[in-house]
């Protein structure tokens, strides 16, 4: 799309599509690489991130799901900032436990890809391959001794959800196994996602 910036109009626009985009959180694993540094907000994204925070006060699994290719993990991106500015946010941070994040990309088939561990004061720890859930579980203990809450957020579909106590959001397209696996849980919801498609 070509503006010409000389019209008074066009630098708003220009100016309003610069305040809708983000840089791309690039130390988030991801289901499927993201090149680019920035990514567009869709004006939807808010009230999806407190319509979620809404659900994880009732429910302790929240599966954001709709069709391949609309945007998904691109939401999960800005979920994940959000909340960690939120975590980050000086007058939240006196009124409650302090929280560390476990992100994970799986493969289609539930395999996990990468995980990341953001731990309450501020370091982290990335894993591919391996024994990876083992690494996972013993971030949550270590958490739990801590007192320190957890919250998963998944791109892509586990295989299982994860120990208790837990708050996950698993962003992914529909996977029947793991939409079962999570219908048995009385602690878990679905939202499917509705975006509208931006061509920038």
């Known amino acids: 799309m070509a503006i010409d910036v000389s019209y008074p109009e066009a630098m708003d626009i220009e100016a309003e599509e610069e305040e809708r985009t983000r840089v791309f959180p690039s130390e988030l694993p991801m289901q499927f690489s993201y090149a680019r540094p920035r990514y567009y907000v869709r004006r939807c ?5 407190s319509l979620i925070l809404e ?4 429910y302790d699994i929240v599966t954001v799901t709709r069709t391949p290719g609309i945007g998904k993990s691109i939401f999960y991106a800005y ?3 959000r909340y960690k500015e939120n975590e980050e946010n000086e007058e939240n941070k006196e009124n409650r436990r302090k929280t560390i994040i476990i992100a ?9 890809k990468q995980a990341v561990v953001f731990q309450e004061d501020g370091t982290t ?3 591919e391959g391996g024994d990876v859930n083992t690494i996972i579980c013993t971030a949550h ?6 007192k320190a809450e957890v ?4 791109d892509g579909p586990p295989i299982l959800p994860p120990i208790y106590p837990i708050r ?17 849980e009385e602690q878990a919801c679905k939202l499917g996602v509705y975006f509208q498609l931006v061509i920038l």
């Open 168 to 184: 996950m959001v698993c962003f992914t397209s529909p996977n029947e196994r793991w939409l079962e696996e999570v219908r048995k």
């Open 141 to 146: 203990k270590a958490a739990l001794v801590r």
């Open 125 to 127: 720890q990335r894993w």
């Open 79 to 81: 979920f994940y900032q």
């Open 45 to 49: 994204y808010s009230e999806y991130y």
């Open 55 to 58: 659900m994880l006060a009732e």
């Open 151 to 154: 919250m998963y957020l998944f």
């Open 104 to 112: 994970a990309s799986f493969r289609k088939d539930s395999g996990i």
